[in-house]
């Protein structure tokens, strides 16, 4: 298993880069969210892989990071999700993004994705919930809960997405549920 790539770019056409290793160039898919933060051509280069082997061919996916590859190793183990599509998510969301949406439950932003239809968005939430706290700090993780949560709250006591959603923009970035279900509270009662 090839898990590394250190080289030098030669070249970038997205999503593919081409990376020289002592005269050997390894040809890599990879999101637009590594393609973005590449160096120039001729410069030293590493990025994570993943490696797949199957009847028609051998690929290599790169990623600058490791919850990159961790989100895509996890969107890949979701049946009818394949390297395309798993590529295609993370090139339109952050892995902090997408772990976000998944705890909200945000089948919207998963449908702007090019892609990714209404169906396979309500899959990919229900297959990603809980999964992808590992590839992120806690406290981004613990951020997203809690203002799922906050939502939540304010829908049960009767308001709708779009109140929720204007208090829940009003809030602090990162706020507790005890307290932001107050400050919501306080704002939507100045409404």
């Known amino acids: 298993m090839i898990s590394r790539i250190s080289g030098i770019l030669l070249e970038k056409n997205p999503p593919q880069v081409v990376v ?10 990879v999101p637009m969210s590594t393609f973005y933060n590449l160096p120039d051509n001729g410069e030293k280069l590493s990025l994570l892989t993943h490696f797949v082997v199957r009847e028609d061919g051998h690929f290599l996916y790169g990623f600058a990071s490791e919850g990159e590859r961790f989100a895509f190793r996890q969107l890949l183990k979701i049946t009818g ?3 395309r599509m798993a590529l295609s998510v ?5 892995v902090g993004d997408l772990a976000q949406v998944v705890a909200r439950q945000e089948v919207g932003r998963l449908t702007k994705v090019p892609g990714i239809g209404t ?3 309500e ?7 809980g999964k992808l706290a590992e ?5 981004t993780v613990a951020v997203a809960d809690s203002r799922s949560d906050i939502l939540n709250a304010l829908l049960a006591l009767g308001y ?7 208090a829940m923009r009003q809030l602090p970035a990162e706020i507790t549920t005890s307290d932001g279900i107050r400050q919501a509270l306080k704002l939507l009662s100045k409404v």
Not at 90 to 94: D, E, K, N, V
Not at 123 to 129: A, H, T
Not at 135 to 139: F, G, K, Q
Not at 160 to 166: K, Y
């Open 160 to 166: 709708n997405e779009r109140e929720g959603g204007a």
């Open 20 to 29: 020289d290793v002592h005269g050997v160039g390894y040809e890599l898919d």
């Open 90 to 94: 993370l090139s339109g969301l952050s």
């Open 123 to 129: 899959r990919l939430l229900l297959e990603l919930k």
């Open 119 to 121: 169906k396979t968005a």
């Open 135 to 139: 590839a992120l700090p806690t406290s």
């Open 81 to 83: 999700v394949g390297a």
